[in-house]
């Protein structure tokens, strides 16, 4: 089953929270700005109004997520909507009203201007809010607006929680899949939804459908089928729930996230979603078109160094393993001699004084050089700036046997640097220590990623990761 991507998942909500945020704030501020051109006129703002109006949306966000007005849930009723928001933006104009008063500043601000302010804010606030239920009540009748789940577990709990789902998908519920580990003493279907096969089949299943939700519908007493299942999940790129049990139909919704109202136990997210995804794919972009732009010469020379220092391509390109287990293709300078029986099919990794490496690549190889033309693969969306370095399918098979937790290394996107290069962890891993060692430096880069901690990567590899006695 395909799903087009404009179909919004649990991910793309919240990105629509974020951008209501972001739109409430400059409402805000907006009509602050705007009523004091309606006062004033073309004068320039004086700075204590400008102080004023960032409180205002300051307080205004503070007091509509208190009003639990950034809840997705919540949107798409605009009815239910108006009366928090009328109670959220009150509590802000009086809290206002008492710093203005308390702190003797009232005689400082035109008190027609905080009149414009008021109601301009106060209507730009309900107009978003109508806005923003009258897309989401469209999305809903055109089918975009679904929560894509699949089911991992058929037995009773999964039965039952099947037939449940079914019963909520008015509310964008979708369900894409049932699967279960076992292979005997289950139905072939339930509800009319087929198993599709085992957890192996899943991760297959994942790379080619949008899936929002595993939830885990199992018996908390097999606790050696959940820790396998649960390590495989790690590979998928999506959220990872695990189904309490039947209790979980009677429990009251006591702030788990939940999916038609079933409280779900969250064991896993992914670790760029919503507005870090967007913001991770801003820094990718433009610094890769900025840094192709300011060494356009030197790829250019290393090109021309290449042909006339040996017969062959000037890049080698290698199928390796990106994103969600998905195969990208990985673009490099040659820095190997190259006949065309070796194509892709040169996996050895490269050692010390390997005879396979020519002059020039020796240079490019020791300076990082050869790496420059993944730039490209940032620009096409297949790798990221700062990210786990990729391997060679071979070599990723080998490794995702032997090393726990290889494979949720590709969670996100792989980078042209990373934590673990940086810490010296570059080039040939000899041994299944060393590989252990990169993961644990990946994934504590994929837990606690942050748009700094790229940026520190990225001038640390200035320092330390181009050059590495490592590096050959």
């Not at 206002?96 to 302010?117: H, K, N, P, T, V």
């Not at 300078?333 to 390997?354: I, K, L, V, Y």
């Not at 980078?415 to 290069?421: E, F």
Request: glycine share 8%.
């Amino acid at each position: 089953m395909f799903l087009p991507r404009f179909n919004l998942g649990i991910d793309d909500q919240r990105i629509v929270v974020g951008a209501l945020k972001a739109a409430d704030a400059l409402v805000v501020a907006g009509a602050g700005l705007a009523a004091c051109f309606m006062r004033h006129g073309p004068e320039p703002i004086q700075k204590h109004y400008i102080v004023a109006i960032a409180i205002g949306a300051l307080l205004a966000a503070n007091y509509l997520r208190l009003g639990r007005l950034y809840r997705f849930e919540a949107l798409r009723s605009f009815a239910a909507q108006f009366g928090p928001l009328t109670a959220s933006w009150l509590a802000a104009v009086v809290t206002l009203l008492l710093i203005a008063y308390f702190g003797q500043l009232s005689e400082s601000f035109s008190r027609i201007w905080a009149i414009y302010w008021f109601v301009t804010a106060y209507l730009g606030l309900v107009f978003v809010r109508a806005t923003a239920s009258a897309l989401l009540h469209r999305w809903r009748l055109q089918g975009r607006l679904t929560n894509n789940v699949v089911v991992v577990g058929a037995g009773t709990f999964g039965t039952r929680l099947i037939r449940h789902l079914d019963r909520r998908q008015g509310d964008g519920i979708r369900v894409l899949g049932l699967f279960d580990d076992r292979t005997t003493r289950i139905p072939r279907s339930i509800a009319g939804h087929d198993v599709r096969g085992n957890v192996d089949d899943l991760l297959l299943f994942a790379r080619h459908n949008r899936i929002d939700q595993i939830i885990v519908a199992l018996p908390w007493s097999a606790e050696a089928r959940l820790r396998d299942i649960l390590k495989k999940l790690q590979a998928v790129a999506a959220d990872v729930t695990l189904c309490p049990g039947e209790a979980a139909f009677e429990l009251p919704n006591m702030g788990y996230s939940d999916v038609g109202g079933v409280p779900m136990l969250t064991l896993q997210k992914p670790p760029l979603a919503g507005w870090n995804r967007v913001i991770k794919g801003l820094e990718d972009r433009t610094l890769a078109l900025i840094g192709l732009i300011a060494v356009w010469p030197l790829l250019l020379a290393v090109s021309v160094a290449i042909k006339l220092s040996s017969p062959g391509p000037v890049l080698f390109c290698q199928k390796r393993y990106g994103f969600n287990n998905n195969e990208i293709t990985v673009f490099k300078f040659r820095s190997m001699r190259w006949s065309p029986q070796d194509g892709e099919a040169q996996t050895c990794q490269a050692r010390r004084n390997d005879e396979r490496v020519t002059p020039i690549g020796h240079l490019l190889r020791s300076t990082s050089l050869d790496e420059l033309p993944q730039l490209i693969n940032v620009l096409l969306g297949d790798m990221s700036l700062v990210g786990p370095r990729p391997h060679a399918v071979s070599h990723n098979e080998e490794f995702a046997k032997i090393v726990d937790g290889y494979l949720a290394r590709h969670r996100v996107k792989p980078g042209i640097t990373g934590w673990a290069q940086v810490n010296g962890l570059r080039g040939e891993t000899a041994t299944t220590d060393l590989m252990r060692r990169r993961v644990q430096y990946d994934l504590d880069y994929i837990e606690n990623w942050s748009l700094l901690f790229d940026l520190k990567i990225i001038l640390l590899t200035f320092f330390t990761g181009f050059v590495h006695e490592n590096a050959y």
